[in-house]
């Protein structure tokens, strides 16, 4: 095992310099050679220099070598090494890389914005509020001074000190709220990840891709099906994912190769999906028609998204500019009726 290993950040950048260096026609050895020469890095440097001697002077297989580096997974390991072509598992393995968490950037990218401006907005009714209050009691009592008589300025329910502390607390609750529900998603999603299915049927499309694209390409390089459930188990961190990888295998072992319709059921997967897995068991060909279910989610996951992304996020930050114009309404409000009476002092 080598002591070096790269970060994966630099994992990906490698593996789109090989795929560009492969699609020329270039070795996966004559393209570490490549980017050696124009590495200036010192670290990626010494690695590149390592994983070329390794190739060629101990004769050590290019998917090993890379696989000890920590560029590429033990599954990833698996797909390059069993390929004919060093291209082609390259680019399944950075399309496998780019499938994950759509969901999860398509709901950061529709709450996001509107979250930080109300927040923003708040904290700022906050600050001014003492503001306004101290500039309109200088001008009440000013006017007091002057003509013996005491002003009404309208200001708006949060800019007095009584009603402010609320303003203060929405921020917090809000704040607070966004945290606990980001942590509480993520805790199910690794402890209960079958709820966040039941609950979230995107999240279910959004995986499903990429467990059956693994599924294809490591059945693909030879393997058979229990020897896939194993390595997918090994390499999975999720927790409800690698129970369920465990009972496929477990079924896989008593002949039923094919026979995971009830267990992907029994994860909460969607019901148009396992009709696809049921009706490809009951005809015997399941791996042969991996691909055409894996084409199947992704447009369902793609347009799932599409409608979640056009339904939510237009009206939701509409909702949260809304939010921000009432208190810059009122600021404006209150200045104008302040200077409309300093106006009449002079």
Do not use: C
């Amino acid at each position: 095992m080598a002591k070096r290993k790269v970060t994966k950040e630099e994992s990906e950048i490698i593996l789109l310099s090989l795929q560009g260096l492969t699609e020329i026609g270039q070795s996966i050895t004559e393209a570490f050679e490549t980017l050696n020469a124009a590495e200036d890095n010192k670290k990626l440097k010494k690695i590149f220099t390592l994983i070329i001697n390794k190739i060629k002077k101990e004769n050590s297989i290019p998917a090993n070598v890379m696989y000890s580096f920590g560029i590429l997974s033990k599954i990833e390991e698996t797909i390059l090494e069993s390929s004919t072509s060093a291209r082609n598992a390259i680019e399944s393995i950075i399309e496998l890389r780019n499938m994950t968490n759509k969901f999860e950037k398509n709901i950061i990218g529709i709450f996001a914005m509107p979250i930080l401006i109300i927040l923003g907005t708040l904290k700022g009714m906050v600050f001014v509020q003492p503001k306004m209050i101290g500039m309109a009691t200088f001008v009440e009592n000013l006017v007091k001074a002057q003509k013996g008589i005491k002003p009404e300025i309208e200001i708006e329910w949060w800019m007095t000190n009584e009603n402010i502390i609320y303003v203060d607390i929405a921020f917090y609750v809000v704040l607070f709220g966004t945290i606990f529900s980001i942590f509480l998603y993520k805790y199910y999603k690794k402890n209960n990840l079958k709820l966040i299915y039941k609950k979230f049927k995107t999240k279910a499309y959004d995986d499903i891709p990429i467990i059956f694209t693994i599924m294809s390409n490591l059945k693909g390089s030879g393997l058979s099906g229990v020897k896939i459930m194993e390595l997918m188990k090994e390499q999975e961190k999720n927790k409800t994912l690698k129970k369920m990888y465990s009972e496929i295998e477990i079924e896989m072992k008593n002949g039923k190769d094919g026979g995971i319709y009830h267990i992907f059921e029994k994860y909460n997967f969607p019901k148009d999906i396992l009709n696809l897995l049921k009706s490809a068991e009951i005809s015997n060909n399941l791996w042969e028609r991996l691909p055409k279910i894996i084409k199947y989610a992704e447009n369902i996951n793609k347009t799932r998204n599409d409608i979640l992304n056009k339904v939510l996020s237009k009206p939701i930050l509409f909702l949260s500019y809304a939010f921000l114009g009432y208190p810059l309404i009122s600021v404006v409000l209150t200045g104008i009726g302040v200077m409309g009476i300093m106006t009449s002092l002079m």
